[in-house]
């Protein structure tokens, strides 16, 4: 961050985060920045949002959800970028009043800098569980996936078709470029679901 002229504030460090919650169940994930909640209405079981401007920069951040232990992590958010995150079901608590909880897992995609110049319409896959491995098909092609472990995805003309034994779950064609996330979920292989992580460059007020 620039430093200060005399007198004056520097302008607050700003991004654009994208988020989806890939956690079971039916309680809301909460999300908080530096102790302060980002949206107190929280997030509700598999939403993706659109691109909401919060504070950037190197931040210390907490996941809530009931029936998961409280988990506390740090985010870089660089200043103007283009930002998203996944919420997942993470490892088990193995001691402590936690004992026998899973934490929240937390997946960010590498951001999406200021004046960076986006190739195609990208496709990954990611896994959020709380099933260890499914297997899908995307595009036709099947495809392994081991939960927490992002896939790049074989796509034609930018577009997406997510299936599972002959189950859709998930199709698309964006229209802009951008990295985009077919995040997968559910319990057991015939109860999987699918959202759409639209990782795009949306413009960030200076």
């Known amino acids: 961050m620039p430093l200060p002229i005399h007198g004056q504030t520097p302008a607050p460090v700003r991004v654009s985060l994208t988020l989806v919650n890939?956690?079971?169940g039916t309680e809301n994930l909460h999300l908080f920045m530096s102790e302060s909640e980002l949206w107190p209405e929280g997030f509700t079981p598999g939403q993706s949002t659109g691109g909401a401007i919060i504070p950037g920069g190197k931040v210390s951040m907490e996941a809530r959800c009931a029936g998961f232990a409280t988990t506390k992590f740090n985010a870089d958010f660089p200043s103007g970028s283009n930002c998203a995150m996944i919420l997942y079901p993470g490892e088990e608590v193995k001691e402590g009043p936690d004992k026998g909880k899973k934490k929240i897992g937390v997946f960010?995609?590498?951001p999406i800098l200021p004046g960076q110049a986006l190739k195609g319409k990208n496709w990954h896959v990611l896994l959020a569980g709380p099933i260890p491995q499914a297997q899908v098909s995307i595009n036709g092609k099947i495809l392994d996936?081991?939960?927490?472990?992002?896939v790049v995805a074989p796509t034609e003309h930018g577009g997406?078709?997510?299936e599972n034994a002959g189950k859709l779950l998930l199709a698309s064609t964006p229209d802009e470029k951008g990295e985009y996330w077919a995040v997968v979920f559910g319990d057991n292989p015939a109860s999987l679901q699918s959202v759409c992580l639209n990782h795009i460059a949306y413009s960030v007020p200076k």
């Open 145 to 150: 996936l081991k939960m927490g472990e992002a």
């Open 108 to 110: 960010l995609p590498p």
């Open 160 to 162: 997406i078709v997510v």
């Open 22 to 24: 890939a956690l079971p």
